[in-house]
């Protein structure tokens, strides 16, 4: 079976998943393709449940599946429009240059999301060489979202990866090696595991620590905490597929999951389904049931259901 870009998103070896094989099947007997069901399937194959809007993401889907069109997708923000998580990340990035800079008065009265950066400056302890280094790499992982509008990114700032996609200390970080090794040999999490079974650092955090995220002004929170040697192992840290059992929207996902697979003919027996969700699917056709398996096949291969 050749592999298909429609399951980037998904941690799974193709080859060897017979529910895809029969997905791809189903695809190969609809073809050819037609452009509005085309654009249904990529919102399926970008969609990640880790990210702030996944819940609207599967909604939209859900519509255009029932509808057979969407104009969702990449760049369809109206002009102008901001969203909340970048007045939060213009906040965070605020307090943090303030506090490396030695002007924390400034941040004070800030609020980033619902916590006051007051409480997040705290977390910081005493100031030291190495934890302003470690805050200037944070503040360079929030600036370098791509999401964020061009008045907050600052290309003479451009992140660099501390641990994800590194083979030991980067060269620009080669001045300061010393910070780089205690960062990233920090691990403060010992419930997790990295990316090959390695112990999950304090660098690989900040790597991962993404404004669109559900939880990122609660992750902000932990990394300034491990930073600072404040942390106490409480809340957990959840970053992209790390974690994600403790999304809020999960118990909502499973219901729509096995809805899904009722809609298909494949209901599970004594699960809760959404019967307002079969009811705007209508009518099932080949196209509906293939968009519908590979949302459902993407919801569960995230969620580990």
Not at 46 to 54: I, R, V
């Given at each position: 079976m050749t592999a298909r870009a429609w399951w980037n998103n998904c941690e799974v070896d193709q080859e060897a998943d017979e529910?895809?094989?029969?997905?791809?099947?189903?695809?190969?007997?609809?073809?050819p393709i037609s452009p509005d069901v085309e654009k249904?399937?990529?919102?399926?194959?970008?969609?990640?449940?880790?990210?702030?809007?996944?819940?609207?993401?599967?909604?939209?889907?859900?519509?255009a599946i029932a509808t057979g069109k969407t104009e969702k997708g990449m760049g369809s923000r109206p002009a102008g429009q901001v969203h909340p998580v970048e007045e939060v990340s213009k906040k965070a990035i605020g307090a943090l240059s303030a506090w490396v800079a030695g002007s924390e008065a400034e941040a004070i009265e800030l609020e980033i999301g619902e916590i006051p950066a007051?409480?997040?400056l705290e977390c910081l302890g005493e100031r030291t060489v190495l934890n302003?280094?470690?805050?200037?790499?944070?503040?360079?992982?929030?600036?370098?979202w791509t999401d964020l509008p061009s008045s907050l990114r600052d290309p003479s700032t451009q992140y660099v990866w501390?641990?994800?996609?590194?083979?030991?200390?980067p060269d620009q970080y080669k001045e300061h090696e010393e910070f780089w090794h205690q960062t990233v040999q920090t691990t403060p999490f010992p419930d997790l595991k990295g990316l090959n079974g390695e112990p999950f650092s304090l660098g690989l955090a900040i790597d991962l620590l993404w404004t669109c995220h559900w939880k990122f002004v609660e992750n902000l929170q932990?990394?300034?905490?491990?930073?600072?040697?404040?942390?106490?192992?409480?809340?957990p840290f959840a970053a992209c597929a790390w974690n994600i059992q403790l999304s809020p929207i999960r118990p909502r996902m499973k219901i729509i999951s096995n809805t899904l697979r009722a809609y298909c003919g494949n209901p599970q027996e004594a699960l809760e389904i959404d019967k307002g969700v079969l009811a705007r699917l209508g009518e099932l056709s080949d196209e509906k049931k293939w968009l519908a398996t590979s949302l459902d096949k993407t919801i569960r291969l995230q969620f580990g259901f």
């Open positions: 529910e895809i094989a029969a997905i791809n099947q189903l695809e190969e007997r609809i073809s249904i399937r990529e919102l399926i194959g970008t969609l990640e449940m880790c990210h702030h809007k996944a819940e609207r993401w599967v909604e939209n889907i859900i519509e007051s409480r997040l302003e280094w470690q805050v200037m790499r944070v503040v360079e992982k929030i600036r370098s501390l641990v994800y996609g590194t083979d030991g200390c932990i990394v300034l905490e491990v930073i600072g040697g404040t942390y106490s192992g409480y809340p």
